[in-house]
């Protein structure tokens, strides 16, 4: 039950990844190169990291309140540290609009984030219901 919960979720939280990617196509043709692909790449960049940790969710015994605190926020220390990193990367190597990059990478994730503990939040409501 609660594994079919999760991957509503994640199937709700992928069209809305979907339907983002879509709304930013229409600013692919209307921007230059550059700044285009600074708005898509913070924004698949937010939204990857935040997505992935759909997968650990559903892999996580819910039951075991400590062992969900622990893997959790851990989890969230070390996707920090990949998004760090690759934001890093991202601004080093690729020849993009840096502010348009970062701006939008840092709304995509709030949001994002935002989508993420709402929904987690209602799997763990279900899950107490239950």
């Not at 709700?12 to 979907?18: M, T």
């Not at 229409?26 to 960049?45: E, H, I, Q, T």
């Not at 993009?96 to 935002?114: K, P």
């Amino acid at each position: 039950m609660l594994d079919t919960l999760v991957d509503n979720y994640l199937r709700r939280l992928l069209s809305i990844g979907a339907a983002g990617v879509v709304l930013l196509a229409f600013f692919f043709w209307a921007l230059p190169a550059p700044s285009a692909l600074a708005l898509v790449a913070g924004y698949l960049l937010s939204f990857t990291f935040v997505a992935s940790n759909f997968l650990l969710v559903r892999k996580i015994n819910l039951d075991d309140q400590k062992k969900f605190l622990i893997l959790f926020f851990g989890s969230i220390t070390l996707r920090f540290i990949l998004v760090l990193v690759c934001f890093a990367l991202v601004l080093a190597y690729l020849k993009i609009d840096q502010i348009l990059f970062t701006i939008s990478f840092i709304i995509s994730y709030i949001l994002h984030s935002v989508i993420e503990i709402i929904f987690i939040n209602k799997i763990l409501e279900n899950r107490h219901e239950n």
